[in-house]
């Protein structure tokens, strides 16, 4: 079997990634993994509901940026109707991640990128949780970290959803295309880009091994 980490270096090998492209090393929530990756200065992406209090520690000394997804892609299931919620996040668990976002943020700063609350396939619940917990967002703004917007697919286009989110969440946030669960369409990639001219996206769960 090759290895995540194999198969980043047989593409570094290949054809050497653009200097503009930060590609994280997504599903690293161990320890030995962070501090493997960052030896080496490979960025991580981690999951904020599997990381132990080890792993936090760990990431809160690395040097390099590191991503830090809510988790929130595990709340919904894929099923022959659409996507059926299956295991919500409780208000209580929000404040727990979101406190973990704060503690990262605190150490790391700007190396921090955070997903910000979110739902999968659903504008208004996204927009219900932004405004929910827009104080906490907010704050982690104040901390330098680069806040994360995942752009579901919904009746707004993704231009207006963008437009709506940063007024709701009162935080400059880098958008961020869902390329999986309820996955942008190229068209709507490229529509997106022609009409905001964002400066910088982040793709969300696509991968280097995904042309």
């Keep these: 079997m ?16 653009p200097k503009n492209l930060l590609v994280f090393a997504s599903g690293s929530n ?10 080496i200065g490979v960025p991580v992406g981690v999951s ?57 943020a605190e150490s790391l700063g700007g190396r921090a990128m955070l997903v910000v609350p979110d739902r999968v396939g659903d504008q208004q619940e996204t927009l219900r949780r932004l405004r929910r917990y827009r104080e906490e967002i907010e704050a982690l703004a104040e901390l330098g970290a680069v806040l994360l917007l995942p752009l579901q697919v919904g009746g707004l286009l993704p231009a207006a959803f963008y437009s709506r989110a940063r007024e709701v969440a009162g935080a400059p946030m880098i958008p961020a295309l869902p390329m ?10 490229v ?15 696509v991968g280097i091994e995904n042309r």
């Design 2 to 17: 090759v290895s995540q980490l194999q198969l980043l270096a047989l593409d570094r090998e290949r054809r050497p990634l």
């Design 30 to 39: 161990r320890p030995e993994e962070i501090e493997g990756f960052t030896r």
């Design 48 to 104: 904020a509901q599997h990381l132990s209090e080890r792993a936090v520690l760990t990431l809160s000394q690395s040097a390099l940026p590191v991503m830090v997804d809510s988790g929130a892609f595990s709340e919904v299931c894929v099923t022959p109707n659409g996507l059926e919620v299956v295991t919500p996040i409780s208000h209580a668990e929000w404040k727990r991640r979101l406190d973990l976002y704060r503690r990262l």
């Design 180 to 189: 999986r669960k309820a996955a942008t369409t190229v068209s709507a990639l």
């Design 191 to 205: 529509d997106f880009i022609e009409s905001v001219e964002p400066g910088r996206i982040h793709l969300l769960g």
